[in-house]
């Protein structure tokens, strides 16, 4: 998910990386230990998204304007 969103392979292996720290740190908001899955994508993709807000915005900003279009 992150490749695909940050279309870097090094960029996306320091927000994975980014993200299993962040996760670590929260475990103990983790309600439901079944839901680590989804729980922890969500997490991938905050980081990404907050990579992208400052690094690249305007690959941020195309990823809107795509969905608009169709």
Known sequence: ?????VKDASEAEDMVQESFLRAFRNLDLLVDPGKFGPWYRRIVFGVC???LRTFRPDMYRSYGEEDSIN
Do not use: H, S
Request: no cysteine.
């Open 1 to 5: 998910m992150a490749q695909t969103l």
């Open 49 to 51: 998204v907050d990579w």
